[in-house]
């Protein structure tokens, strides 16, 4: 968690509010979000996962999962 603080100035620039620990659900992994002013990110080091989201909308803005499940889980149907 040192590092996190260490770059805390560095976020603030960025315009990064809160940054949060969670699980890739791509791959399983421990992942990061991002809280941004105007989007929310969701990035994997592992798998190179990546959500981008609207902070007002939850539209997605950017979506990228390495050859997995992302299409899935725009386009799943309720018969599978
Ligand atoms: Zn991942």
Do not use: F
């Not at 994997?44 to 390495?66: F, K, N, S, W």
């Amino acid at each position: 968690m040192q590092a996190i603080q260490k770059n805390a100035a560095t976020w603030e620039n960025l315009g990064i509010l809160t940054l949060e620990i969670v699980r890739c659900p791509n791959c399983g992994s421990l992942a990061e979000r991002y809280y941004l002013s105007t989007q929310h990110k969701l990035q994997c080091d592992h798998c190179d996962y990546l959500m981008t989201t609207c902070a007002q909308t939850g539209r997605v803005i950017e979506a990228y999962a390495p050859g997995l499940n992302i299409a899935r889980l725009i386009l799943s149907s309720p018969n599978t």
